[in-house]
Every structure is written in structure tokens, then in C-alpha cells.
């Protein structure tokens, strides 16, 4: 409504008490009790897009959203199948939500390697069309992509100024800082420095992700609660400094719960993504 607002909020995705996705009401309702009680404003539904049960209690409760076409971790979006299957699926969702009140950012993928222009084969020509797409079918909200900076040291994945040009909002994955005290050296400062390197753009800049394992009632290092919850304090100082000196405008914690996902088969995940603030 023409005033300046400050997204705070997490990635969340509608998963019950045992972590499987649901995308019923009871479920949606639950979820939106969980942001409500973290006092965030504000949700990342990445990945896919969400249940349309929990778009409409977002809209009625007042938690802004984020919601993202299904492009995330493929090399090779630029083949016609996948960019043309991307694109049904961002058209879907723009034609399912463009009158719900609680969106306000579309986003056309996450983490898709080869975004440099100098590769031969490059993603680039996707994340274009499907931001112009997107803008041109809803002009009224803010387009973005993430998945620049991700990565836990000095390794970058950059944002070429292609695709910066087309887009609303500078998103960024990161999780520099996780394994510090790990016999490693301490790298979360990184985080201030990739933000410093993006205020040169003059767009509005967020951390889409960032975060930490923890399994309930772990005491050690690797995977311990004590262990996210000093992360998550640096990770609140980064965001209070980032906000006074005016280099970042949002944040989205990954993620609100722990969720079942076949990718994560370690010792302590036992098939789940243990980034969650809650269990």
C-alpha cells in the first residue's frame, strides 16, 4: 500500500508432525499458527509451488509470500522441455494466485547451476524469458531468483548482471559460517562482504536462505541444538547490522520445521532435511 516494509520470515512448506508434506487445510492452518508465533511477516514457498489452501490462509492471516516456480538444482534448464515445463508451470501459478492479496514476489527458480554467461551452454536464456514472463503477466509485483553467493567458504556461485537486470529483488542462498569452530576458519563475516558486493546494484537485497542442522537434543557439535542457536543469533546480528547500514531489506531463515526428503540419508538426518527451527 505504498509503504516501505521489511520481509521477516522463513521458508515454509505446509509438512506435518512427521515431516511428510500435507497440503490440506488443517495442515495450512497449523503452519500459519507456527510463522504467526515466530512474529514473522513474511514466508518463502520455494521449491514449488504451495497448496492453495495455504495461499488463502496466508491472505487471511496477513503473511506476505514468495512463491517460485519448480526450477531449482537442474544444469540444464535452458533445453527447450525443461524451460517450456518451467514456464507452464510458472503461467499456473500466476493465473491460480495473481489475485491473492498476501503475494508479492514470484520467483522464477532456485539454485540452477551454469548461470554465467561465459559458459557455452548456460542457463541465462531461461531465467530471462521466464522473467519477463512473469513481469509481463503481473507487472504489479516483484519478480526474483535465487541462488547467487550459496555456499558455505569462499566458494561463490555469482549473479551475472544479465539476469540482475531482470529482476526486482537480489536474493541470496548462503551458509557461510556453518562449520565454523569445526577446525576450520571462522568464514561467517563473508555473509557482510556479499552484501557489501551486491549494494553496488542498487536493488532491493534478502537472504532467501540461510540456516543450520540441529536434531532435537543433540549435545555435540556436529548437528547440536546449541549449535543453531549460536548460529541464529550471528545470523540475527547480520540481519540488525545489514538493516542500519541499509544493505539488506529481507530475510527468510531455511526452514520453519524439519521435513522428510530422500537426499538426506546421514547419521544424524535419518532421511530429513534437519534445517528446521522447529521439530
Not at 498476501?102 to 522473467?131: D, K, T
Not at 569452530?181 to 552484501?195: I, R
Not at 549449535?227 to 527468510?252: H, T
Request: net charge negative; charged share 25%.
Amino acid at each position: 500500500n505504498g509503504r516501505d516494509i521489511v520481509l521477516k520470515g522463513v521458508a515454509a512448506w505446509t509438512a506435518d508432525e512427521r515431516g511428510l508434506f500435507s497440503i490440506g487445510k488443517e495442515t495450512s492452518e497449523k503452519t500459519v499458527d507456527l510463522l504467526k508465533d515466530l512474529h514473522a511477516n513474511f514466508a518463502r514457498a520455494g521449491h514449488c509451488p504451495p497448496s492453495r489452501d495455504f495461499v488463502k490462509e496466508c491472505d487471511r492471516r496477513g503473511i506476505l509470500l514468495w512463491l517460485e516456480t519448480p526450477a531449482y538444482w537442474i544444469d540444464d534448464m535452458q533445453r527447450l522441455a525443461r524451460t517450456k515445463n518451467a514456464l507452464n508451470a510458472l503461467s499456473s501459478m500466476l493465473i491460480e494466485y495473481r489475485n491473492s492479496p498476501s503475494v508479492v514476489i514470484w520467483s522464477v527458480g532456485n539454485e540452477c547451476l551454469r548461470i554465467y554467461q561465459s559458459e557455452i551452454q548456460n542457463n541465462l536464456p531461461y531465467f530471462i524469458e521466464a522473467a519477463e514472463f512473469a513481469r509481463e503477466h503481473d507487472p504489479s509485483r516483484l519478480v526474483a531468483f535465487t541462488g547467487g553467493f550459496e555456499g558455505t567458504g569462499e566458494e561463490n556461485v555469482e549473479y551475472p548482471k544479465l539476469l540482475i537486470d531482470k529482476l526486482d529483488v537480489i536474493a541470496i542462498n548462503t551458509y557461510a559460517g556453518i562449520n565454523d569452530g569445526n577446525y576450520e576458519p571462522p568464514v561467517f563475516d563473508l555473509n557482510y562482504k556479499k552484501l557489501e558486493m551486491l549494494s553496488e546494484y542498487e536493488k532491493p537485497v534478502m537472504f532467501a536462505e540461510i540456516g543450520i542442522d540441529a536434531v532435537l537434543g543433540e549435545k555435540g557439535f556436529d548437528f547440536g541444538e546449541q549449535r543453531q542457536a549460536d548460529f541464529m543469533v550471528k545470523v540475527m546480528k547480520l540481519f540488525e547490522d545489514s538493516l542500519k547500514n541499509g544493505k539488506i531489506q529481507g530475510l527468510s531463515v531455511f526452514a520453519l520445521t524439519d521435513f522428510r526428503t530422500p537426499l538426506k540419508l546421514g547419521r544424524y538426518q535419518k532421511g530429513y532435511n534437519r534445517k528446521g527451527l522447529l521439530t
